[in-house]
């Protein structure tokens, strides 16, 4: 029987994780325990968020086991990612990612996030019974890029996405109350709060999609769709541009109870000199965002596994899609085409 793979969270605070006689054992403030047999089940990842402690026993067991071990804030905003030191499997990978800019593959995989964000999109308007992109349009427009330059290829793309978008929004934003209701997708300082809490969401998938990259090996600051820019990673950002749909039916979903008190308004450095308000979620209802949105990527889609099983959540579907592109970067598969579901 294949071993069950365990994810070790601790959140709120107060939790303590230690290591004891080959179990990873939590500990939380009523003295409650719970036990993880590292040679029992496989121990995917741990998750620790501030307010909690970890021994050093743990982080060294993590390194040397290679287990991967995120850290967030209490807002459970990811900051950083411990890793082994001795974790090599990169190097073929990420000599592959830099060789598609050369033989081709880079095109190819820039034209296939576009067009599998917009057939996304489609998922997402077909749902909810809106009108729908003419797929063979973008599709034809998109094959049409004949070019041998990434950067010509990535400046023709844009347009075209951002038409798609733009439609996309104009047809899902009728879907929430009148009351929150906005006229236009805004993400760098947005005013409203419906727009901050796209934001915020994306901000979680940007995780999750950046911790799938790190799990395949592959580097995180070489993007396809997106081009290199300082503290950017841009390979993140364009696997992003896949998901983004599904973080838009959550937020449809997370939308229907909202009303306008459970937005605050946030003052902030906008730049050097000026200061800006902001809608953004309470306190409250921020928590119950990210604990609601980490629920939902564990919700499973009628997607086959890489090796056995007819479902999987959305998070090992975005782990797998990751492992995917990392193969057809290595030429083990003869084509990458993301598979896309919303889960039931």
């Given at each position: 029987?294949?071993?069950?793979?365990?994810?070790?969270v601790?959140?709120g605070?107060?939790?303590?994780?230690?290591?004891?006689?080959?179990c990873?054992?939590v500990?939380?403030?009523?003295?409650?325990?719970?036990?993880?047999?590292?040679?029992?089940?496989?121990?995917g990842?741990?998750i620790?968020?501030?307010?909690?402690?970890?021994?050093?026993?743990?982080?060294?067991?993590?390194g040397?086991?290679?287990?991967?071990?995120?850290?967030?804030?209490?807002?459970?905003k990811?900051?950083?990612?411990?890793?082994?030191l001795?974790?090599?499997?990169?190097?073929?990978?990420?000599?592959?990612?830099?060789e598609a800019?050369?033989?081709?593959?880079a095109?190819?995989?820039?034209?296939e996030?576009?067009?599998?964000?917009i057939e996304?999109?489609n998922?997402?308007?077909?749902?909810y019974?809106?009108r729908?992109?003419?797929?063979?349009?973008?599709?034809?427009?998109?094959?049409?890029?004949?070019?041998?330059?990434l950067?010509?290829?990535r400046?023709?793309l844009?347009?075209?996405?951002?038409?798609?978008?733009?439609?996309?929004?104009?047809?899902?934003f009728?879907?929430?109350p009148?009351?929150?209701?906005?006229?236009?997708r805004?993400?760098?300082?947005?005013y409203?709060?419906?727009?901050?809490?796209?934001?915020?969401?994306?901000?979680?998938?940007?995780?999750?999609?950046?911790?799938a990259?790190?799990?395949?090996?592959?580097?995180?600051f070489?993007?396809?769709?997106?081009?290199?820019?300082?503290s950017?990673?841009?390979?993140?950002?364009?696997?992003?541009e896949?998901?983004?749909?599904?973080?838009?039916?959550?937020?449809?979903?997370?939308s229907?109870?909202?009303?306008?008190?459970?937005?605050?308004?946030k003052?902030?450095w906008?730049?050097?000199?000026r200061?800006?308000?902001?809608?953004v979620?309470?306190?409250?209802?921020?928590k119950?965002?990210?604990?609601?949105?980490?629920?939902?990527?564990e919700?499973?889609v009628?997607?086959?596994?890489?090796k056995?099983g007819?479902?999987?959540?959305?998070e090992t579907l975005i782990?797998?899609?990751?492992?995917?592109l990392g193969?057809?970067?290595r030429?083990?598969?003869?084509?990458w085409?993301?598979?896309?579901?919303?889960?039931?």
């Amino acid at each position: 029987m294949k071993a069950k793979i365990q994810k070790i969270v601790l959140n709120g605070h107060g939790k303590y994780l230690g290591l004891t006689k080959g179990c990873f054992v939590v500990r939380d403030r009523e003295g409650n325990v719970k036990r993880y047999p590292m040679f029992e089940n496989e121990i995917g990842e741990i998750i620790v968020s501030s307010g909690n402690f970890i021994s050093t026993s743990v982080l060294a067991s993590c390194g040397f086991w290679s287990i991967p071990l995120t850290v967030m804030t209490k807002n459970l905003k990811p900051i950083a990612v411990l890793r082994s030191l001795d974790d090599d499997e990169y190097i073929k990978t990420r000599l592959a990612q830099y060789e598609a800019y050369k033989n081709g593959k880079a095109i190819t995989i820039a034209k296939e996030i576009v067009l599998s964000k917009i057939e996304s999109q489609n998922i997402i308007l077909r749902e909810y019974s809106l009108r729908q992109h003419d797929l063979m349009i973008y599709k034809t427009k998109i094959q049409n890029l004949n070019s041998n330059s990434l950067k010509d290829v990535r400046k023709r793309l844009l347009p075209i996405e951002g038409k798609a978008s733009e439609d996309y929004f104009n047809e899902i934003f009728k879907l929430f109350p009148k009351n929150l209701r906005i006229e236009k997708r805004r993400s760098f300082k947005a005013y409203d709060g419906i727009n901050n809490t796209f934001n915020l969401a994306y901000t979680v998938l940007r995780y999750r999609i950046h911790s799938a990259i790190l799990k395949a090996h592959l580097e995180p600051f070489l993007g396809f769709v997106h081009a290199e820019a300082h503290s950017k990673p841009s390979l993140v950002c364009d696997l992003m541009e896949i998901y983004r749909s599904l973080i838009d039916n959550f937020i449809l979903e997370f939308s229907e109870t909202l009303k306008p008190n459970d937005f605050i308004l946030k003052t902030e450095w906008f730049s050097t000199h000026r200061l800006g308000k902001r809608q953004v979620l309470n306190r409250e209802k921020t928590k119950e965002l990210t604990e609601r949105l980490n629920d939902y990527f564990e919700r499973k889609v009628e997607i086959p596994r890489i090796k056995h099983g007819n479902k999987q959540t959305l998070e090992t579907l975005i782990n797998e899609e990751a492992m995917l592109l990392g193969k057809y970067l290595r030429n083990e598969l003869p084509q990458w085409k993301p598979r896309i579901a919303i889960p039931n």
